[in-house]
């Protein structure tokens, strides 16, 4: 037996709750992982408390993503003893993800883990932080560098917004910050914002072109906020799209995209090929700083997961959730 969170739905009744599970009990997959570390993410949230329709079938362990030590393997990639993370590929969802001791997965999903980061510290970075460096490298392929003018990233305090931030900022952008928390001004200049704006400026319907601003952005938003910074963008500016978090409409007009040639880029982390999954790793080991996870990142055990999950929800919780499966 061992513990982690599950959540099942009987009697038309959903329940999360902290359990024992028989190693029995696990799917399939040809490598069975112990797990050190995973993650509270936006999408854990909303599968712990029921908010959306995140999980597929029931029951399920939620945590789209964990690191830990293979204990056995059949995949000849991995052996016993490799530290390795895991992002995405509907684990959480539709496969039994992270939030417990013991994961069994297909070892096609996995990464090995990169040095230096411990397996803490991955987790720290996260699927959060994995998905901002797929986001800063969109901006890259689409020709966006330091010397095109400033960037942005809405939601910045969160996950991937502060990981995003901190990347940038050490690549030598300048970057504006998006928050709707003014209180977390202090913690995004320390992650390398220059300026920090507002989210109510951008959060009301705006218009189809807005003043010139920004070469490149981030947005884990979607909705108005979307629609507002592709509307402020200069021109041939491109905009990577990674999140939803204000809603998953684009209230937008094509005037940016024919008048000023803006590009908008999605960017999904889920089932993105092992390479992209791969340079995204060995580009967080070299540009982001160890010494920043730290102001990144929180400690929680399994139960407080639990408690966080409807926080998380409210837009109370910043940075990182790192979620120790052992206590």
Same mark, same amino acid.
């Given at each position: 037996?061992?513990?982690?969170?599950?959540?099942?739905?009987?009697?038309?009744?959903?329940?999360?709750?902290?359990?024992?599970?028989?190693?029995?009990?696990?799917?399939?997959?040809?490598?069975?992982?112990?797990?050190?570390?995973?993650?509270?993410?936006?999408?854990?949230?909303?599968?712990?408390?029921?908010?959306?329709?995140?999980?597929?079938?029931?029951?399920?362990?939620?945590?789209?993503?964990?690191?830990?030590?293979?204990?056995?393997?059949?995949?000849?990639?991995?052996?016993?003893?490799?530290?390795?993370?895991?992002?995405?590929?509907?684990?959480?969802?539709?496969?039994?993800?992270?939030?417990?001791?013991?994961?069994?997965?297909?070892?096609?999903?996995?990464?090995?883990?990169?040095?230096?980061?411990?397996?803490?510290? +991955?987790? @720290? $970075?996260?699927? &959060? #932080?994995?998905?901002?460096?797929?986001? =800063?490298? *969109?901006?890259? %392929?689409?020709?966006?560098?330091?010397?095109?003018?400033?960037?942005?990233?809405?939601?910045?305090?969160?996950?991937?917004?502060?990981?995003?931030?901190?990347?940038?900022?050490?690549?030598?952008?300048?970057?504006?910050?998006?928050?709707?928390?003014?209180?977390?001004?202090?913690?995004?200049?320390?992650?390398?914002?220059?300026?920090?704006?507002?989210?109510?400026?951008?959060?009301?319907?705006?218009?189809?072109?807005?003043?010139?601003?920004? +070469?490149? @952005? $981030?947005?884990? &938003? #979607?909705?108005?906020?979307?629609?507002? =910074?592709? *509307?402020?963008? %200069?021109?041939?500016?491109?905009?990577?799209?990674?999140?939803?978090?204000?809603?998953?409409?684009?209230?937008?007009?094509?005037?940016?995209?024919?008048?000023?040639?803006?590009?908008?880029?999605?960017?999904?982390?889920?089932?993105?090929?092992?390479?992209?999954?791969?340079?995204?790793?060995?580009?967080?080991?070299?540009?982001?700083?160890?010494?920043?996870?730290?102001?990144?990142?929180?400690?929680?055990?399994?139960?407080?997961?639990?408690?966080?999950?409807?926080?998380?929800?409210? #837009?109370?919780?910043?940075?990182?959730? =790192?979620?120790?499966?052992?206590?």
């Amino acid at each position: 037996m061992f513990q982690g969170i599950w959540i099942d739905k009987e009697d038309g009744q959903y329940r999360a709750d902290v359990r024992g599970i028989n190693k029995e009990q696990l799917p399939e997959g040809d490598v069975l992982v112990r797990v050190s570390h995973s993650t509270l993410n936006y999408k854990d949230a909303l599968a712990i408390t029921g908010a959306s329709p995140v999980v597929r079938q029931f029951p399920m362990v939620p945590g789209i993503d964990f690191a830990g030590v293979v204990e056995t393997s059949s995949h000849p990639d991995y052996k016993s003893g490799d530290s390795v993370v895991l992002n995405g590929w509907g684990v959480g969802e539709k496969h039994w993800g992270g939030l417990a001791e013991f994961a069994r997965v297909s070892g096609d999903w996995l990464v090995p883990l990169q040095a230096p980061f411990t397996l803490r510290q +991955a987790m @720290a $970075i996260g699927t &959060a #932080g994995y998905t901002a460096m797929l986001c =800063v490298l *969109a901006l890259e %392929r689409h020709g966006v560098t330091p010397a095109s003018g400033p960037v942005v990233v809405t939601g910045a305090a969160g996950g991937v917004g502060s990981v995003a931030v901190a990347v940038l900022a050490q690549l030598g952008y300048e970057v504006s910050a998006v928050t709707g928390r003014p209180e977390q001004a202090d913690f995004l200049k320390r992650l390398g914002a220059r300026h920090i704006v507002e989210r109510a400026g951008l959060s009301a319907p705006g218009k189809p072109l807005a003043r010139e601003q920004w +070469a490149g @952005a $981030i947005d884990v &938003a #979607g909705g108005h906020v979307l629609a507002n =910074v592709c *509307a402020a963008m %200069r021109y041939r500016g491109v905009v990577a799209a990674c999140g939803l978090a204000s809603g998953m409409d684009f209230p937008a007009t094509v005037a940016p995209f024919i008048l000023r040639g803006v590009t908008l880029a999605g960017v999904d982390s889920v089932m993105a090929p092992r390479a992209d999954r791969l340079q995204a790793w060995q580009r967080l080991a070299r540009d982001l700083d160890p010494a920043l996870l730290e102001s990144l990142a929180q400690d929680a055990t399994l139960a407080d997961a639990l408690t966080l999950a409807p926080q998380m929800l409210e #837009g109370k919780v910043r940075g990182r959730v =790192v979620v120790s499966v052992r206590g």
